[in-house]
């Protein structure tokens, strides 16, 4: 099957067609008048990316769904594959009805923190319920890296799912506020996961990553810095809820918090900057998430992101190490 659709192949496909599919796009976002509004409240230099065209997510995520349902026909295990495409779908979808509201409704409240909350649960709920009942190797406990242990979690798996998705699909989001920043980093977590499940046999898996990959590198060559496309909810929210999900299917989701560390750290910076707020008056962060806090020592976007990338590639690196025992 893998000689019919190779690996490399669709990886190329992915590149090519997002790669195409952006520069025709961002003129029509243009005319349109999607474009992004920047938050007064955030860095000063940022305010002359105000009107760069957004809701971009939508020129990966649909080339990558096409080459995954195409590839749905080649692979012995639909489910898996199946499953990532309901993601893909369903917190590419709560994305873009929040970037919907807030760039075309032009309200920037979009969708309030307890209807998006809700419905990601929704979309981990049915996530959980199709790899219970259909992939029946995917274990219900939670592998503790470079060991033999597991942490059995039984029906409360789905709690796990819930929160993993979640928290992943938010802290992706989070992140996403630099050019190139979520983008290359998901690559990299992306990347990483490709050769874990290449080391493991899991072909399907390996199928949709490499899609991905592909399909982010087309993406980053016009969402870097100056970027002239910025991904938006539609693209954050589905990339975080991916890489959850495949941290999940490969029995090894707590080695997301070493290949994800900068989204962990920058979700992190938040909540540490909010409790020590809330608490004492006093902020730890001159601003938060704390790729903004460098911004206002002094440091140059395109130094933040290309070291911010360069942690999440050692950290990667260490991960795939990790996963190969």
Request: charged share 10%.
């Amino acid at each position: 099957m893998f000689n019919i659709l190779p690996l490399s192949i669709l990886g190329l496909a992915a590149f090519i067609l997002t790669a195409v599919l952006v520069p025709v796009c961002i003129p029509i976002l243009k005319r349109m008048k999607f474009g992004q509004s920047i938050r007064k409240e955030g860095p000063e230099s940022h305010q002359v990316k105000t009107g760069t065209p957004t809701m971009g997510g939508l020129t990966y995520l649909l080339p990558v769904l096409v080459l995954a349902l195409i590839s749905l026909f080649f692979v012995d295990d639909s489910y898996k594959m199946l499953v990532l495409i309901i993601v893909t779908v369903g917190f590419g979808l709560i994305g873009f009805i929040d970037d919907y509201i807030i760039v075309v409704k032009k309200d920037n409240r979009g969708l309030t923190s307890k209807q998006k909350f809700l419905a990601q649960i929704l979309v981990s709920v049915i996530v959980y319920f199709i790899m219970a009942f259909a992939i029946p190797d995917i274990a219900s406990s939670v592998h503790i890296p470079g060991t033999d242990f597991y942490i059995p979690l039984g029906v409360l798996f789905i709690l796990w799912i819930v929160f993993w998705q979640v928290g992943f699909s938010n802290a992706v989001n989070l992140t996403d506020g630099l050019d190139g920043l979520a983008t290359g980093l998901s690559i990299i977590a992306f990347g990483s996961f490709l050769a874990i499940a290449l080391m493991r046999g899991e072909m399907e898996i390996a199928l949709f990553l490499v899609i991905m990959v592909g399909a982010l590198a087309g993406f980053l060559i016009y969402n870097k810095y100056p970027a002239k496309l910025f991904m938006g909810d539609t693209g954050s929210l589905a990339l975080g809820g991916i890489i959850a999900t495949v941290s999940i299917m490969l029995n090894d989701s707590l080695l997301l918090l070493l290949i994800g560390i900068v989204f962990v750290i920058e979700t992190a910076s938040v909540m540490l900057q909010v409790a020590s707020f809330k608490m004492t008056g006093k902020r730890i962060f001159k601003m938060t998430p704390i790729h903004h806090h460098f911004e206002l020592v002094g440091w140059s976007e395109w130094k933040i992101v290309v070291v911010f990338w360069l942690t999440g590639a050692a950290a990667g690196a260490l991960g795939v190490m990790l996963g190969a025992m």
